[in-house]
């Protein structure tokens, strides 16, 4: 028997092959997890039973002589704002402590169709809203890279997993950088899809509008491989694009001569200098590869945040109303259900969702909708309007993925408008509903790693992907350093 | 005539309270008779064991998301093109507020663009009132409440709440204020309700809760500004609406009277007390922070569709009305077409006549004898057709043919021509007919001398007499007739 394969796509061509145990695979990565999920705590639940058992069953296919699927054995950290049937899926948040879904998100199903073995549920700033995870009512996730930082958020355990190999892949879910900015804090690849392109379904809202689902992997190919596994429509998500999977392993060989990568002269201010440093070696990078680099403007951008904070909120006012205590989750008695509500509500929710409810139910409410949420959708528009303008010129925009690499545990959490700023360079692709990924490319002086982030136009995953592709490989190449 | 006798008249100057106008518009809510709810798989049923027509998108469980219920759309299109609406491309809106048998805590229901805008209801009479729009949206769970008074929730020890009702789809037909007198309300939702039932949007039964009307009501002296309105809640029938918005009509009028405001609120309509109470006011009322709801795309059904839908539209009540008025040459907002269209069985009074009724007749046969009756009645129209034929040529008299009616519907059909030899209802001859009327004559020699002398009442002895002699076989006209001529 051969060594254990680290990638994805090395597992599933080794199990399907039967020249690797699916059992064995998973074996390894619970033995990683049992040696550093201490440090790092990445997981809310590690559902090793479950995982042991599906891994069984994926060899007893390939012993049987059938085809497990395009992704047998492959072990996959789902963040726990996936509906798991049978199995706690919190959004770490008490409000929903204890409660079992009934049914499995539509990416949950197919994963496990196609041959995936979760291995449990990740860590998550509470509803998704945050930057750090520390924001988690079950304790912050440390970075892998350097345990005294943060290893992003939302979806900090799903990066941090695949940063420490306790999965070669994760789920996370990206509403305003959710997925990208952890990767680019913990040195992985982080992909946020066209709004449309996978299932919602299953998916905990947080902005309904907003969130979209999406792979970390160590690599590129890996991420591909996901994404092409979950995309496609659902007739459970009315807002699924109607088209099959996407096409992007095909493409990940082709080379970037002739691309046109766009430079943002307008780009919101305030990159940490190593950050911006990394960015131009990236574009320095595909320019050598044959690329050519051509300056883009975007005035609206530098809204982008503020119409965030108004939107998201907005809809997340709405979508955590269903909190109360009276269906599932946690409920807090009192005299009557007015005071139910409160106390329940009050228990439940952490500062940081608070904050958010109270935010967005004021940017809804009569007499201030047009000042605030009425102006936000605006500013949505004229960000997407700015991008058609800047894609009539460029293949794929390049920016960094944070402003800043991580930061020590503690550092912002008191300070929400900071933390509220790691999202300025992710947000725009949120509210456009275009795709962008993160892509690690260098570290800083401290040794943090840092990402680039690659930005296309709507369904645009295959030119994202070939410039993803195209640094991975100058890095590669360069030995990790260009 | 001096221009001062002309009256100009307010409302046409059919209703008015103490020189009051009335001014009511309707809301009306139906459930939609879909296979399924508006955003689930779940079962659209009514009456079933509490909480077995649920699922994730039903309770509202983190995650779920809805799709919209192709059905509940065509029903939809069907409800507003029956109301001569435009049908437009629409919109669904998030409607935000807290109530435990509101699972999602917020509904989904069409605000700013709704399917059905701008249409009419006709009333029997001819006149023509207005509709706003018709739009989609969700029902909501049901609460009971337990212990406290009045199955209010405020004051009672628990709740208990059954979810089969969520997610049913609704159409709101909202009405504008075209509404002159309860009369006319009644008239309205009674017209509303056979439209829904023709078209197959709904069975519309106010009594279980799958119609439902909400009344708009104020009051002013004709020409006078709009009053301050209040909103009428659980009105449960038709002849309570009429009585709520008269009884909250003359409210306001005493209110009026006594130098006070009409505060705008929401009432609720007691049906045993036959008043109406606050419910809440607008302070108290909520902020429904009304946004796009996110889950769903926008709803374009395209001309091909709502063209098909207009094609595939039955004949209206108004419409059947007219045919069977034409046909029969009664009234068509007289009772008999009114009762008969109502029950659906107007189509099968035109098949009783075309297989050689007279139309009339089998009108008023089927009006009388067929309450219980659906739209489809159990006797073949050829075996009601028999009977009537063996009536208007004078084999049965108008009492036989009743009771032969009345075996007819208890058997489901038959032969009238059997049933009326079994009941011993041979025709009486004329010839037979006249030796008992002179026998009558003879044997109360009184009373014929007082109906000679014009004593109208005095018949009354000798008809009794005769009927009772000819054992029920003779018909009673021919009695009258017979002993009119013999008085001469």
């Known amino acids: 028997m051969s060594a254990t394969p680290s990638t994805a796509f090395e597992i599933a061509a080794a199990v399907r092959a039967g020249s690797v145990r699916a059992i064995d695979v998973l074996e390894a990565h619970l033995g990683r997890i049992a040696a550093r999920e201490t440090d790092i705590h990445a997981f809310n639940l590690v559902t090793a039973d479950e995982a042991r058992a599906a891994a069984t069953r994926i060899d007893d296919l390939v012993a049987a002589g059938r085809d497990p699927g395009p992704l047998a054995g492959v072990p996959i950290a789902l963040k726990d704002n996936m509906c798991t049937r049978g199995v706690p899926t919190t959004c770490s948040s008490r409000i929903l402590e204890g409660w079992k879904p009934p049914y499995d998100a539509t990416v949950v199903s197919r994963l496990a169709a196609m041959g995936a073995v979760s291995v449990g549920k990740t860590n998550l700033d509470e509803f998704a809203m945050g930057s750090s995870t520390e924001n988690s009512a079950f304790g912050v996730t440390l970075n892998p890279r350097d345990t005294s930082r943060v290893a992003g958020g939302s979806s900090g355990g799903s990066a941090a997993a695949v940063a420490a190999a306790f999965a070669p892949v994760s789920l996370g879910s990206d509403t305003g950088g959710s997925i990208r900015q952890p990767a680019a804090l913990c040195g992985v690849v982080g992909v946020k899809p066209t709004y449309g392109t996978v299932s919602r379904y299953g998916l905990v809202a947080f902005a309904s509008s907003l969130d979209q689902i999406g792979p970390f992997s160590a690599d590129v190919r890996d991420s591909a491989l996901i994404l092409e596994s979950i995309s496609g429509h659902d007739p459970l998500d009315s807002t699924s694009i109607p088209q099959g999977p996407l096409d992007l392993l095909s493409v990940l060989d082709h080379d970037v001569k002739g691309m046109r990568i766009g430079r943002i002269t307008d780009m919101p201010e305030g990159a940490d200098p190593d950050v911006l440093g990394r960015l131009e070696a990236a574009f320095d990078a595909l320019r050598a590869a044959g690329a050519t680099i051509v300056d883009v403007e975007l005035p609206s951008l530098k809204y982008g945040l503020t119409a965030y904070y108004l939107i998201a909120p907005a809809e997340a006012s709405s979508n955590l109303a269903r909190y109360d205590g009276v269906r599932y989750g946690r409920r807090v008695d009192a005299v009557d259900t007015n005071s139910m509500y409160m106390a329940t509500r009050a228990a439940g929710f952490g500062d940081e969702v608070k904050r958010r409810i109270m935010l967005g139910t004021y940017a809804l409410s009569a007499g201030y909708y047009d000042a605030y949420y009425g102006k936000a959708l605006k500013v949505r528009r004229l960000i997407s309007d700015d991008f058609a303008r800047a894609y009539a010129t460029a293949d794929v925009l390049l920016t960094p993925t944070s402003p800043i690499p991580a930061f020590k545990v503690g550092e912002k959490a008191d300070d929400p408008l900071s933390m509220y700023l790691c999202d300025v360079y992710t947000i725009p692709t949120n509210l456009a509903g275009h795709p962008a990924m993160s892509v690690p490319f260098g570290d800083s002086r401290e040794g943090l790693p840092i990402g680039v982030q690659v930005m296309a136009s709507t369904l645009g995953e295959q030119s994202m992907f070939k410039v993803a592709s195209a640094l991975e490989r100058h890095m590669n190449s360069s030995g990790g350093r260009s | ?488």
């Open chain 2, 1 to 488: 005539m001096s221009p001062a006798e002309i009256v100009v008249a307010p409302n046409d100057g059919s209703y008015l309270i103490d020189g009051y106008e009335l001014v009511c518009g309707l809301e009306v809510h139906v459930e939609l008779a879909t296979a399924t709810k508006l955003f689930s798989a779940s079962a659209n049923r009514f009456g079933d064991e509490p909480n077995t027509h649920i699922d994730p998108v039903t309770l509202g469980l983190p995650g779920a998301l809805p799709v919209l219920n192709r059905h509940a759309v065509e029903l939809a299109m069907r409800i507003g093109l029956a109301l001569n609406c435009t049908v437009q491309p629409s919109t669904f809106h998030r409607k935000n507020y807290f109530y435990p048998d509101m699972p999602k805590a917020y509904q989904i229901s069409q605000y700013d663009q709704p399917i059905n805008v701008d249409g009419w209801l006709e009333l029997p009479g001819g006149k023509r009132i207005g509709v706003e729009r018709a739009h989609l949206e969700e029902d909501t769970g049901k609460s009971t409440h337990v212990g406290g008074t009045g199955g209010r929730i405020h004051g009672s020890d628990h709740s208990l709440i059954d979810f089969n009702r969520a997610g049913v789809p609704l159409v709101e037909i909202v009405g504008r204020p075209d509404i002159a007198s309860p009369d006319e309300a009644k008239q309205y939702v009674t017209e509303l309700r056979q439209i829904l039932v023709a078209v197959g949007a709904s069975d519309a039964k106010m009594e279980e809760g799958s119609m439902r009307c909400d009344a708009n009501v104020s009051v002013r002296k004709p020409g006078a500004p709009l009053g301050t309105r209040c909103e009428i809640k659980n009105v449960n029938s038709v002849r309570s609406l009429g009585r709520a918005i008269e009884y909250e009509a003359r409210r306001q009028i005493a209110l009026i009277e006594a130098g006070e405001s009409i505060r705008q609120e929401t009432r609720h309509w007691d049906e045993t007390d036959g008043r109406t109470h606050t419910l809440r006011t607008k302070e108290d009322a909520d902020d429904y922070r009304y946004f796009l709801e996110p889950d769903l795309v926008p709803l374009d059904p395209g001309t091909e569709w709502i063209e098909a839908v207009r094609a595939a539209l039955p004949m209206l009540p108004r419409e059947r009305r007219l045919r069977l008025s034409q046909a029969t040459g009664a009234p068509a907002d007289g009772e008999a077409v009114m009762v008969v269209v109502e029950r659906g069985q107007d189509d099968y009074v035109l098949a009783v006549a075309e297989s050689g009724a007279d139309v009339a007749r089998a009108l008023v046969h089927v009006k009388e004898a067929y309450a219980e009756q659906g739209a489809r009645p159990s006797v073949p129209a050829a075996d009601l057709a028999r009977m009537i034929v063996m009536e208007t040529s004078g084999k049965l008299t108008s009492t036989q043919a009743k009771t032969v009616l009345a075996e007819l519907v208890a058997n489901g059909g038959g032969d009238a021509v059997a049933i009326a030899a079994a009941k011993g209802f041979e025709a009486m001859d004329v010839s037979a007919l006249e030796a008992i009327v002179d026998d009558a004559i003879a044997a109360q020699p009184d009373a014929w001398a007082k109906y000679c002398a014009g004593e109208e009442k005095a018949m009354g002895a000798l008809v009794g007499a005769i009927m009772k002699a000819s054992k029920g076989k003779a018909d009673g006209k021919a009695v009258t007739a017979l002993l009119q001529s013999k008085r001469g």
